[in-house]
Each structure stands twice: as C-alpha cells, then as structure tokens.
C-alpha cells in the first residue's frame, strides 16, 4: 500500500467526523460569543448603578437593597434578554469565521445605538423626567464594554483556531496546481480556521497519485454527492473554472441545501476585475460595468481624511521627522529624500517622496527592485524601511492629491509597463488613487518580483477597488499601525 493512499485513509477516518464534532465547531464560537456579549451587558448594568446611585452626579437617592435584591436582579436579566434578542436578530451569533473584526465592532456599535434609543423611548414615556445624560453614559460604556468582550472572545476563538480545537473541514475543486496554491495560502493563515480535507478533480478521472501529500485527491468531480455524504465537509472551495457552467450551479445549489459554504475564486479577472459590482435587474443577477466605486459624499468625504490626516501626521510629527533627517544626513553623503517617478490615478506619473535608506545611485545607475537584504541599504535605513517611517514623506503626497492614505500601491513606469504586457487588466488598478497602505501590504511580506506575486498583489488591490469605502479604509489603517508596531516592513 502506498504512502499516499495510506495517508488518505488515515485522514479519511479523521474527517469522518461525528456529529458530537460538528456540533463543537457550530456551538463553541456560539457560547464565547453569547458569554462575552453577557458579561458586558451586566457589568455595564452594575457600571451605570453605580454611576447614578453612588456618585452625585445626578443626585438620586440609593434604593435600600439590604431588603429587595430583585430592584437589581430583574432589570439585568431584563436588559440581557432585551440586549440578546436584539442582537440575535441581526444575525450577530452566526458562526462566521472569517468576518472582519473591525466589520463586526461596527455592527455592533450600530446595534447599541438603536438599541439606547429604543430603551430611551421607553423610559420617556413611562416617567416624566428627561435620563438623556444618563442613556449616553449607558450607551458610552456598553459600547466599550462589548468591544472589549468580543474582541476576547474573538482572540480565544483565533487560538482556538489555530490549534484546530475549532475548524472548517474544506474541500477543493478544481485542477491540483490551482488547488495546491490556495491551500498553501491558508496553511501560512490557520487563524482562517480551515482544514483542508482534499480535492476533487474536475477531469473525467482521478489524477495521478504524485504529489498528492499536500492535500489528497478524494475523488472526481462525477462522484461529488458520495463524497459530500463521506466526508460531510463544511466548506467547498472551488478553484478554477468549471467545465459546464450548469455543473458549478447544481454544485452550489447542492451545497446550499445542504449548509455547506461555497467560496469561489473568479474565472473572470482577466476581463473585467476591478471595474465591477454585482445587481440585480428584474431578478436577473448582472454585472454593472464602470461603476462609481464609490458615493460622491463618501469620495469627498474620503479626499477629506487624506489631507486633514496627512496634515496632522506631517505637523505634529515635524520634530521626529527633523530628527530622522539629521540622522541620515549624518550617516550618508546625499539628500535626506528620495525622489522617484511613480504612475498614479488614470496612469497620470507622478515624484514619490521617501527618506533616503539607501546609499545614493549613480546617475546612469538601472534602476533594480528592491530585495529583501539588499545591499544598497544602509544601517540606519533598515530602521527607517523596519518602521516603514521612510514612507513618512509621502503624506505630502497625500496632501497634494498624488495619493491617498489607503489604496493600491503605485509602481515605477518601467514595471507597469511590464506588467501590463504580461497582464492585460494590470492597468485597471490604475482608475483610483494609489495608497501609502492597502489591503496587499497587511495581509503579505514577499517582495519577491515575479508574476504570480504580481497577480496575487493585482488581485488584492482588485478587491480593494471592489469594496472601497471609509469603513474597509478604516480597517486597514488600524491593521497597518498594528504590522508597524510590529515591525512588519521589509529590511
């Protein structure tokens, strides 16, 4: 018996998983959830007690406890009933495993706010006076109290994760090299929570044994339904594109039926990426071509941010940013800046500013891309490239409408010009600002030049374009500052 073969009975027998297990995995993420969302709601009860009764702030005398607990008993149990349904409601207790934390804080935020506006009506037609002040604190501090809660659960949820005491069992479709490449991408990310189970060819026949000790092939692509009811998966992810398009909608119909998500990675990239949203007209799904990515009010609102952000990075940090200049100078002949052409919105060139951390180039020196380890670096530099501090001047080009704070990285004209003659959509990245971060920069560290790492990078600004607004803008400007705390940046 093979090595391979053995191996895939081994997991066979692991992911053949009882309904004991499935339950674990449904019902943990729910009991972490629903345990913080309660220890918030009650400790936010007994925060605003006390900030009435035993402060002087709005001069109420203190019930007299010693006789009746139930003064208190009952309106906790009230508002966790009241606080619970409400968010259960709006779907906050689904086991989403790959939901943005910064999305969900948001959601939640809403839901307190509706919520403290729907008890502050009550109150108000059942006493006379005015608890305005007193909603507001209540509204302040559950709000934080059911950040801090989640964002815990969520931490013990990731470890869980991680340690794959909680997972999604997943399946695979498509060719093996396409497959194999997702999959190694979600092995460098356990904290996804999924665990590949194998894949399905999507040939007639079963594809040969070599290779197969990344994730096993389990079958052919006639032989779905046995497999489904086999290894009962929790997640099918289909990686490339399928034959008949019929075949692909009786698969996700299927797996609807049978509450099993589909993930799908697009087959039409190549055409129209980056310039599309899904409607619906007339209950026929299309795609709107061209589209305003986004709202007028959120573009204006968006150019705002940028210069009234880079104002403030540019004026309050003017003492560092003298310092740091002082410190290049002293280490290196040359200018403090570094001065690069860069193609921006609608392939408009435009002078990137950088402080220097490198040793100055020859002026007939070739321009080369930049390596991890690269010689040219200085020791100062590696700091200033560490800390992504080098990237400070470019809020000027933020300020003067170059770039924006987030958005897709801008690249030299010699590399565009390359890239887009080996990708022909390469230059639809160019119809909004590029950023100082994006999406790309916080979920990768390669820097390696080769076009699988090109169209990997065209793919996440692609998704940027996708689903710009000030929110997502919002979650990507807190993940940056956490990745340069951490000393994310290239050396």
């Not at 709107?288 to 309050?316: C, E, G, Y």
């Not at 470019?394 to 897709?408: A, E, R």
């Not at 990768?444 to 790492?453: D, G, K, P, R």
Request: charged fraction near 20%.
């Amino acid at each position: 018996m093979s090595i391979a073969v053995e191996n895939r009975k081994i997991i066979a027998e692991q992911i053949k998983t009882s309904y004991s297990t499935r339950f674990k995995n449904l019902i943990l993420p729910l009991y972490l959830e629903l345990t913080a969302d309660i220890l918030a709601i009650v400790v936010s009860f007994f925060i605003q007690y006390y900030i009435r009764f035993e402060t002087s702030l709005f001069g109420v005398i203190k019930p007299n406890l010693s006789y009746d607990w139930s003064l208190i008993l009952y309106p906790s149990l009230a508002l966790v009933v009241y606080w619970i349904a409400l968010f259960a409601v709006n779907g906050m207790y689904r086991n989403w495993y790959e939901r943005s934390p910064i999305d969900e804080i948001f959601t939640m935020l809403k839901l307190v706010g509706f919520g403290c506006l729907m008890l502050a009506i009550v109150v108000l037609s059942v006493i006379q006076t005015s608890p305005r002040m007193l909603i507001l604190i209540y509204f302040v501090v559950l709000s934080v109290n059911i950040v801090i809660f989640r964002t815990i659960a969520r931490r013990i949820q990731l470890s869980l994760r991680k340690r794959k005491v909680i997972n999604l069992r997943t399946i695979f479709i498509g060719k093996k090299e396409k497959v194999f490449q997702i999959a190694r991408k979600m092995q460098l990310s356990p904290g996804w929570g999924f665990r590949p189970i194998g894949y399905i060819s999507t040939s007639e026949n079963k594809e040969s044994e070599e290779g197969v000790d990344l994730i096993p092939n389990i079958g052919s692509i006639n032989d779905f339904m046995k497999i489904l009811e086999e290894y009962k998966p929790d997640s099918i992810v289909i990686g490339s594109k399928m034959s008949h398009r019929a075949s692909m909608f009786n698969i996700v119909q299927i797996c609807k039926d049978n509450n099993i998500s589909v993930k799908i990675e697009p087959d039409l990239y190549h055409i129209f990426t980056g310039q599309s949203k899904t409607t619906n007209l007339y209950g026929i799904p299309l795609i709107d071509v061209n589209l305003n990515l986004m709202k007028p009010w959120q573009s204006f609102a968006k150019r705002i941010f940028d210069i009234v952000f880079s104002t403030l990075v540019l004026i309050i940090g003017l003492p560092l940013w003298l310092l740091l200049a002082l410190a290049i100078t002293i280490e290196s002949k040359g200018g403090v800046f570094y001065t690069q052409p860069r193609v921006g919105r609608h392939g408009k060139e435009f002078k990137i500013y950088k402080f220097r951390s490198m040793v100055p180039a020859k002026p007939d020196a070739e321009q080369k891309w930049t390596v991890v380890g690269d010689k040219r670096v200085t020791k100062f530099g590696k700091f200033l490239r560490k800390s992504h501090l080098d990237e400070v001047p470019q809020f000027w080009n933020c300020f003067i409408g170059d770039m924006s704070i987030v958005g897709p990285r801008p690249e030299q004209p010699k590399f565009v010009k390359m890239f887009s003659e080996q990708l022909d959509y390469y230059n639809r990245r160019h119809k909004v600002r590029p950023g100082i971060t994006g999406w790309w920069q916080i979920k990768y560290e390669s820097h390696e030049l080769s076009l699988e790492e090109i169209e990997n990078r065209t793919k996440d600004d692609f998704y940027y374009i996708e689903n710009m607004s000030l929110k997502l803008d919002f979650e990507i400007i807190i993940r940056t500052i956490w990745l340069v705390f951490k000393g994310h940046g290239q050396t």
